[in-house]
């Protein structure tokens, strides 16, 4: 079989992969940089992500409290965001001709409303560098040489000074690494949407709430706020989304069957049995359910006084043990999951490379010099809204950093 050379092979055509052959290009004009891509599209979690506007990060800027929204990932990445962060992500798109934008969740897109313009940005960009790329190129083996490492190929064998691994959550090359006696934490799926089957949703697919708070029992019970959406298969949205994150492996170890609680309110409870002592005084003649209250969407609130037996009934005729249902229901009601959808088409996981083996200051392997890694190969993830991709965006920008100037022959 042939062999060709290069200074770096990137292995992996997504985020990570990209950003990273750009920052070494940049840094390095003269290296020879290959990327790797196994399918024949690049950059196709881009494409979907934000429904197709691209989250391409969240406008936090205080790296002690971006790392909090990483479940696993949150104590290394915080020397790197103190590095290369969301300001710095955003300076770069706008240098490289991307505007953005912050929405009022702090989710950070670009202005276009339209994913392609970043993935525009960095194909078009890697080809003014003379970044090549091979697509439907997969990779079957990896092993260190004396000029660095030789990389196998369906093709051809490629001798390479350098390795950056930003292929995302990818079995295949996770089993490679494997081979090679390199740590992997089995990957589980992170974000996700609940499967619930109950008939207090039944029929009300569509409706959102802006602002829930979301508990799951488990031992050590996980609590998320944020909006909700009510599907035809159970719940999605920020809030559940979260949870997923956070309990991943949690919820993997129990089959994802667990019950939980929901505050339709997102207020305290002392909050909601305030606002029902109002309604009884200045409303007693009205029937409960005719009001709605706390943002909640008027078929859900009517399906909630049904469940707590409020429904057709007066402020004024409520007795002690129909406030304490009702606030009850609104404040805890508690619903069974028995399963798990994939989250639109996005997929992250749980678990990949072990950070403990990898040095954060290069994102270089511990006890394999020239092998760099980025991105969600890596067992770090985060939960919605635009944070892992910048994990990619940090992680890739620090693997160049070290391998830039250590690509070309002297």
């Known amino acids: 079989m042939n062999a060709s050379g290069s200074d770096l092979v990137v292995i992996g055509g997504g985020a990570a992969g990209f950003f990273g052959a750009i920052q070494c290009a940049e840094r390095d004009p003269d290296?020879?940089?290959?990327?790797?891509?196994?399918?024949?599209?690049?950059?196709?979690k881009v494409k979907i992500s934000g429904g197709g506007r691209c989250n391409v990060t969240h406008a936090c800027f205080d790296p002690s409290e971006m790392v909090q929204y990483?479940?696993?990932?949150?104590?290394?990445?915080?020397?790197?965001?103190?590095?290369?962060l969301s300001g710095d992500m955003m300076a770069w798109l706008d240098d490289h001709g991307?505007?953005?934008?912050?929405?009022?969740?702090?989710?950070v897109f670009p202005v276009s409303d339209d994913s392609q313009t970043i993935i525009d940005c960095f194909t078009g960009t890697a080809q003014k560098?003379?970044?090549?790329?091979?697509?439907g190129c997969a990779v079957t083996g990896l092993q260190p040489s004396a000029d660095g490492w030789i990389i196998h190929t369906g093709e051809e064998d490629i001798v390479a000074r350098r390795v950056l691994i930003a292929t995302g959550s990818n079995p295949a090359i996770w089993r490679l690494l494997e081979a090679m006696d390199i740590a992997i934490i089995p990957p589980v799926p992170s974000l996700f949407?609940?499967?619930?089957?109950?008939h207090l949703l039944q029929d009300l697919m569509g409706v959102s709430l802006p602002h829930v708070t979301l508990t799951l029992k488990l031992d050590k019970p996980v609590v998320t706020e944020g909006p909700m959406l009510?599907?035809?298969?159970?719940?999605?949205?920020?809030?559940v989304l979260k949870a997923s994150a956070i309990a991943a492996r949690e919820l993997y170890d129990m089959d994802y069957r667990i019950h939980i609680s929901i505050n339709w309110t997102g207020q305290e409870k002392n909050v909601v049995l305030q606002w029902i002592d109002t309604q009884r005084t200045t409303h007693g003649n009205r029937q409960c359910q005719q009001q709605t209250a706390f943002d909640i969407p008027k078929r859900l609130w009517e399906r909630l006084h049904l469940a707590a037996g409020t429904s057709g009934k007066n402020w004024a005729d409520l007795r002690t043990r129909d406030i304490d249902l009702l606030s009850g229901v609104l404040c805890g009601t508690i619903l069974p999951v028995n399963g798990k959808s994939t989250f639109k088409d996005e997929f992250v996981t749980?678990?990949?490379?072990?950070?403990?083996?990898?040095?954060?200051?290069?994102?270089?392997?511990?006890?394999f010099p020239g092998l760099h890694f980025a991105g969600e190969v890596l067992n770090i993830d985060a939960v919605t809204g635009g944070f892992n991709f910048q994990a990619a965006w940090t992680t890739a920008y620090i693997a160049a950093e070290a391998m830039a100037g250590k690509l070309t022959q002297v």
Do not use: C
């Open 31 to 44: 290296a020879r940089i290959i990327i790797l891509e196994k399918s024949e599209k690049v950059l196709t």
């Open 70 to 84: 990483y479940p696993r990932g949150e104590k290394e990445l915080l020397g790197p965001f103190n590095r290369f």
């Open 98 to 107: 991307v505007e953005t934008k912050i929405e009022e969740d702090g989710r």
């Open 129 to 135: 560098l003379s970044i090549s790329l091979r697509t």
């Open 193 to 198: 949407t609940f499967n619930i089957q109950h």
């Open 230 to 239: 009510i599907t035809h298969w159970g719940l999605s949205g920020p809030a």
């Open 350 to 367: 749980a678990g990949g490379v072990d950070t403990r083996d990898i040095q954060f200051t290069t994102m270089e392997h511990k006890q």
